[in-house]
């Protein structure tokens, strides 16, 4: 059974920085699509960043330019540097891994961002 646990969360003023962390318990190269989500009381999870297994990255609209997702192969570490944070980036975020050979989605448990105006 493969663990995420992520990492990094906070209070933050508007305008602050935040980088989260998600931890894998293992190699996640072997991972095809790894991403973060974030979610609200009351609302759907919604995705935010993602990062393939080639490197690249794709990010929803409301973040571009101001998020930028990473990893670190050697430490199966993913990463979301969350700069110019604004209050409606409040959410409790969730990384997750995808295996196309076990056609199976991990998750984390997630940790709470908190931006304050």
């Known amino acids: 059974q493969v663990q995420l646990v992520e990492s990094g969360g906070g209070l933050v003023q508007a305008g602050g920085s935040l980088r989260l962390s998600c931890a894998a318990s293992?190699?996640?190269?072997?991972?095809?699509?790894m991403g973060w989500h974030r979610q609200v009381p009351g609302k759907q999870r919604e995705l935010v960043a993602g990062?393939?297994?080639?490197?690249?990255?794709y990010y929803t609209d409301s973040v571009k330019g101001r998020f930028a997702a990473s990893r670190d192969n050697a430490k199966n570490t993913m990463y979301l540097q969350m700069n110019s944070l604004k209050p409606e980036d409040t959410a409790v975020y969730y990384c997750?891994?995808?295996?196309?050979?076990?056609?199976?989605?991990?998750w984390g448990q997630g940790t709470q961002v908190t931006v304050s105006s």
């Open positions: 990062i393939r297994r080639d490197g690249t990255t």
């Open positions: 997750s891994a995808f295996d196309s050979a076990l056609r199976t989605d991990y």
């Open positions: 293992r190699n996640i190269f072997s991972f095809n699509n």
